[in-house]
């Protein structure tokens, strides 16, 4: 069901070749929103459920960003076809696990997605590349005023947009960016960092769920409260204190490569070589891997141009990914020769890396 | 290890620990194995400790009366024990239950954000019309006929005014 998704050659997230920028991978914004009246997803009927689902399924596709997008009923998609869409970002594995009666509504570049009663009846979501969270807020603001034209959202004065969870209350908005840390976890900072912007009610979790000990250096930073402060407070607060991660890590980078010169030019290289050879690869690993070559883009050892193939394989490598390439379920282990298949074919298009324009600001 | 702590859900030897800070005030969370699986603690992306929290403050408080909310059947219980509403009308049945919760999850307790302008005017406008049409039903049955004209252009004029408004819309 989802082929021509995988196969689009327009996808926000694995084909974007223009927004890349060091540190930054993804920005992620949703918002909560809920029918008036009607009872939320958990406690609705089937039949409320499947009524809810057409209905906000029809005024969603009428949307002009929703043109030629694609809606997926979650009880005719296999098992496999949702571990994509989770890898994507483009569903929760909540959604995945909902009974009768769930959807979501994808946009034809995958920017948008639009999960129909998971937690709530909607939960809307746009993704891109980089660092973007003022330009989505602005987009998703007007896509959610439009929205509203049709259906009657449940709202108060008092607690604003009504959610089945009271940590969602208010604004319904988690802003949530996807970060590439490696500086700080080599240098240790990162169990500082993670109690520090706890205190600011920002919480920071693994790519997939890893917890603290992020596979591939990747984290996910999100403001944890929703009700107190509108929606340009909300993301000003969190921006800001993005931009001091940002500046900590490109710190910690540059004192690492000044202290460490060749250690670092060796595991770079060393990992470069790896992925040239390797005929067999753990996720992990190959996660671990890609974060040292999106290093290298970082300090100009690989061109610019080859950002987003690392970006992009980040998400192909994933086990969901690897299998339904594979079109078909293949073990564990197969899974990891398929992967060194691909990894190695990829690599070895890429030009050798340079080492002598290391220490140009990244 | 002789003090060993216990699950804070259902009193077994807890063998995950989470702490964390939110609004400058320090969490702690003892779960057991099972537990902690159960409520995805094992799963960073869909697990959050300030809804773990926001349970343990719901659950702790006892002595208040059962609400039951008319829309969909919730009770106090169902949400003391799930943390979740039920719909949004339960949000006026059980605001005095929801609001103290509020405090340690958010950085306000009311809301300063956005307002859906459209669905609210169209909301209030239905049910202006409703009460209009309940006005009008009564007047006739009241035989109070120069009232039920009143209410008939009533309705009327704001059907009128209500059509002109979504054209402008389109």
């Known amino acids: 069901m989802i082929e021509s998704l995988i196969k689009n050659d327009r996808a926000e997230l694995t084909q974007n070749t223009k927004k890349g920028s060091p540190v ?3 920005t992620r914004v949703r918002l909560a929103r809920n029918l008036a009246d009607i009872p939320f997803p958990e406690r609705a009927t089937s039949a409320q459920r499947s009524d809810i689902l057409s209905k906000c399924a029809e005024h969603l596709g009428d949307l002009k960003l929703m043109k030629k997008g694609a809606f997926f009923d979650v009880s005719q998609l296999s098992e496999l076809e949702k571990q994509v869409l989770v890898e994507r970002h483009l569903i929760s594995r909540e959604l995945c696990e909902s009974e009768q009666g769930s959807g979501v509504i994808i946009n034809k ?20 590349t980089g660092f973007n969270l003022n330009s989505i807020w602005k987009q998703m603001d007007s896509f959610d005023s439009e929205l509203e034209k049709s259906l009657d959202v449940a709202f108060s004065e008092e607690f604003g947009f009504l959610t089945a969870c009271p940590t969602n209350l208010g604004t319904g908005l988690r802003a949530s960016v996807m970060m590439h840390l490696p500086g700080l976890v080599i240098s ?47 993301i000003n607060r969190l921006g800001n204190v993005l931009k001091t991660i940002i500046d900590h890590e490109v710190n910690a980078r540059f004192k690492y ?15 470069f070589g790896v992925l040239q050879n390797v005929h ?56 990891d020769i398929a992967r060194a298949d691909k990894l190695r074919e990829e690599f070895s298009h890429l030009p050798p890396l340079i080492f002598d324009k290391i220490g140009e600001s990244s | 290890m002789a003090d060993n702590l216990k699950c804070s859900n259902c009193n ?15 969490h702690k969370v003892d779960l057991c194995e099972s537990c902690a699986q159960k409520k995805g603690v094992t799963d960073p992306q869909g697990f959050s400790l300030a809804d773990l929290l926001s349970k343990a403050t719901l659950t702790h408080e006892t002595g208040d009366s059962q609400l039951v909310c008319s829309n969909c059947g919730l009770e106090t219980a169902d949400f003391r024990s799930t ?6 009308a339960c949000f006026e049945v059980f605001a005095d239950v929801v609001r103290p919760a509020l405090e340690d999850m958010h950085v306000g307790s ?30 006739i049955a009241e035989e109070a006929y120069e009232d039920a004209a009143t209410f008939r252009d009533q309705i009327k004029a704001h059907e009128v005014a209500v059509a002109e408004l979504e054209a402008t819309e389109a």
Do not use: W
């Open chain 1, 24 to 26: 930054v991978l993804s």
């Open chain 1, 257 to 271: 490569l000044e202290e460490n010169r060749a250690k670092f030019l060796d595991k770079i290289g060393r990992a």
């Open chain 1, 109 to 128: 570049d995958q920017t948008c997605s639009v999960m129909i009663n998971e937690e709530d009846h909607l939960r809307i979501q746009f993704l891109k």
């Open chain 2, 110 to 139: 009311e809301h300063k954000g956005k307002v859906p302008e459209f669905a609210l005017t169209r909301q209030n406008s239905q049910a202006h019309l409703h009460a209009l049409k309940v006005s009008l039903a009564r007047a």
């Open chain 2, 83 to 88: 943390g979740r509403l039920g719909c949004s």
């Open chain 1, 188 to 234: 240790d900072q990162m169990e500082r960092v993670i109690r520090a912007v706890n205190q600011l009610g920002i919480t920071v979790r693994g790519l997939f769920g890893e917890g603290s000990d992020a596979t591939g250096h990747v984290f996910q930073i999100s403001n944890q409260q929703t009700l107190g402060e509108s929606e340009g407070e909300i």
């Open chain 2, 12 to 26: 077994k030897e807890a063998t995950v620990h989470l702490t964390q800070i939110v609004n400058n005030k320090i």
């Open chain 1, 280 to 335: 067999f690869l753990t996720s992990n690993e190959a996660m671990n891997l890609l974060s040292l070559m999106r290093l290298a883009v970082d300090f100009h050892m690989l061109p610019e141009a080859n950002r987003s193939d690392v970006d992009r394989l980040f998400i192909e490598c994933q086990p969901g990914h690897i299998q339904y390439a594979a079109q078909e379920g293949i073990e564990p282990e197969l899974r």
